[in-house]
């Protein structure tokens, strides 16, 4: 009887591999039997929320009795203020999870192809897999940075999403506002191009493409972006994305009424006006870095230059070993293997102690497993 019923079940979700989040804290405890876990592994914002987005919060629980406005008037009027994109341009989502999986239901057909970056953000693959379309993976040179032109020519009659992460999620590399203009020239104008800048906000570099200029010159990119990273409400689930009206229109289609919550919607107008917040965070992420690649350096590891809230690095050995013999001393990573990176381990920028810990659990087990061969 059951098995029936399963026959029904379309036969791309068999493929579909549940996404592998960072190890939360409280497994980590329970499994180890630890009181004290450092968690560097979801590139979160360490500093936690601003006190401003936590005051609205808090202000708004009373109200959670009401649905909230599924138009999120509020907040695109803020995000438009903030860009200079009109609010009819902005489509609003229950994280960037869900504009990705909204975007991949608007325009995959069975057989249809995506073309992404590899190694990249899997949910890419995820929203492609749902609608039973193809994902063709185009990996990144050996230094990490983009290869636009393998990319260009991965494009296909069938290839209806192009994805493009930058900074990209695990690699920390970045496209430049040159290379950006001239791959946009020439993909075929029948391709939609997501711009994924998820980390958009710690970006330093001035060459930077930015998205939202391509979309004011009138190209037909997509420009996605999140309250989870800088503005440190991931778990209140917030994505933005802006686009073209029209493009706009079919996915919003997609939507449910009330796919942001409210609490989401009065976090992020207020962490948005907190500028101070966010300079605090894009500060302590720099001087996190520097103070990760100088210890790591120290112990003889390159770091990979990054542009995101994490880094990565060859740790020249099993990463999966390295990864679980760091969770046995209360640190949590993400481990290559898990990333399409093998032998390198993926580290958020984590606050001062916090990366202090790191460094000395990692030379700790370094060290013993050394010892071990
Ligand atoms: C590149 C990239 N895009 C999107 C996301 C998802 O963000 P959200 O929390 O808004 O769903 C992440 C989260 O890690 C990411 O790294």
Same mark, same amino acid.
Request: aromatic content about 8%; overall charge negative.
């Given at each position: 009887?059951?098995?029936?019923?399963?026959?029904?079940?379309?036969?791309?979700?068999?493929?579909?591999?549940?996404?592998?989040?960072?190890?939360?804290?409280?497994?980590?405890?329970?499994?180890?039997?630890?009181?004290?876990?450092?968690?560097?592994?979801?590139?979160?914002?360490?500093?936690?929320?601003?006190?401003?987005?936590?005051?609205?919060?808090? =202000?708004?629980? +009373?109200?959670?009795? @009401?649905? *909230?406005?599924?138009?999120? !008037?509020? $907040?695109? #009027? %803020?995000?438009?203020?903030?860009?200079?994109?009109?609010?009819?341009?902005?489509?609003?989502?229950?994280?960037?999870?869900?504009?990705?999986?909204?975007?991949?239901?608007?325009?995959?057909?069975?057989?249809?192809?995506?073309?992404?970056?590899?190694?990249?953000?899997?949910?890419?693959?995820?929203?492609?897999?749902?609608?039973?379309?193809?994902?063709?993976?185009?990996?990144?040179?050996?230094?990490?940075?983009?290869?636009?032109?393998?990319?260009?020519?991965?494009?296909?009659?069938?290839?209806?999403?192009?994805?493009?992460?930058?900074?990209?999620?695990?690699?920390?590399?970045?496209?430049?506002?040159? =290379?950006?203009? +001239?791959?946009?020239? @020439?993909? *075929?104008?029948?391709?939609? !191009?997501? $711009?994924? #800048? %998820?980390?958009?906000?710690?970006?330093?570099?001035?060459?930077?493409?930015?998205?939202?200029?391509?979309?004011?010159?009138?190209?037909?990119?997509?420009?996605?972006?999140?309250?989870?990273?800088?503005?440190?409400?991931?778990?209140?689930?917030?994505?933005?994305?802006?686009?073209?009206?029209?493009?706009?229109?079919?996915?919003?289609?997609?939507?449910?009424?009330?796919?942001?919550?409210?609490?989401?919607?009065?976090?992020?107008?207020?962490?948005?006006?907190?500028?101070?917040?966010?300079?605090?965070?894009?500060?302590?992420?720099?001087?996190?870095?520097?103070?990760?690649?100088?210890?790591?350096?120290?112990?003889?590891?390159?770091?990979?230059?990054?542009?995101?809230?994490?880094?990565?690095?060859?740790?020249?050995?099993?990463?999966?070993?390295?990864?679980?013999?760091?969770?046995?001393?209360?640190?949590?990573?993400?481990?290559?293997?898990?990333?399409?990176?093998?032998?390198?381990?993926?580290?958020?920028?984590?606050?001062?102690?916090?990366?202090?810990?790191?460094?000395?659990?990692?030379?700790?087990?370094?060290?013993?497993?050394?010892?071990?061969?």
């Amino acid at each position: 009887m059951s098995q029936e019923i399963l026959n029904n079940v379309r036969k791309n979700l068999f493929e579909i591999k549940p996404y592998s989040p960072g190890k939360p804290i409280s497994d980590v405890k329970r499994e180890f039997g630890l009181t004290d876990v450092t968690k560097l592994a979801s590139n979160e914002n360490p500093l936690g929320p601003s006190k401003k987005a936590q005051a609205a919060i808090l =202000d708004a629980v +009373a109200n959670v009795n @009401r649905y *909230p406005d599924g138009g999120a !008037v509020s $907040l695109k #009027e %803020a995000l438009s203020a903030k860009s200079g994109i009109p609010a009819g341009q902005i489509l609003v989502g229950n994280g960037s999870d869900d504009l990705i999986k909204l975007t991949s239901e608007t325009f995959l057909h069975p057989g249809d192809e995506i073309v992404v970056p590899s190694p990249s953000f899997s949910q890419y693959w995820f929203g492609a897999q749902l609608m039973d379309a193809k994902t063709v993976a185009v990996p990144l040179k050996s230094d990490f940075e983009y290869d636009l032109e393998a990319m260009l020519n991965a494009v296909t009659d069938k290839t209806k999403i192009l994805y493009l992460c930058s900074p990209n999620n695990p690699t920390g590399t970045y496209i430049r506002e040159a =290379d950006l203009q +001239a791959f946009l020239d @020439r993909v *075929p104008s029948r391709v939609l !191009v997501i $711009l994924d #800048e %998820a980390y958009n906000e710690y970006v330093t570099e001035g060459d930077y493409a930015q998205g939202i200029d391509f979309l004011k010159r009138g190209y037909n990119v997509l420009v996605m972006r999140t309250f989870s990273k800088m503005y440190a409400l991931a778990g209140l689930r917030l994505g933005y994305m802006f686009g073209r009206p029209e493009v706009l229109d079919a996915i919003n289609r997609t939507r449910e009424p009330f796919n942001v919550n409210m609490l989401a919607q009065v976090g992020a107008v207020a962490a948005l006006d907190d500028e101070e917040h966010v300079e605090a965070s894009r500060t302590l992420n720099r001087a996190g870095y520097e103070q990760l690649q100088g210890g790591l350096g120290a112990l003889g590891y390159e770091t990979v230059p990054t542009q995101g809230n994490f880094l990565i690095f060859d740790t020249r050995q099993d990463d999966k070993e390295l990864f679980d013999a760091l969770l046995r001393e209360g640190v949590i990573t993400r481990s290559g293997t898990a990333l399409g990176i093998p032998g390198y381990l993926r580290v958020s920028i984590g606050l001062q102690e916090e990366n202090e810990r790191f460094l000395t659990a990692f030379e700790k087990v370094v060290s013993t497993l050394a010892q071990k061969v």
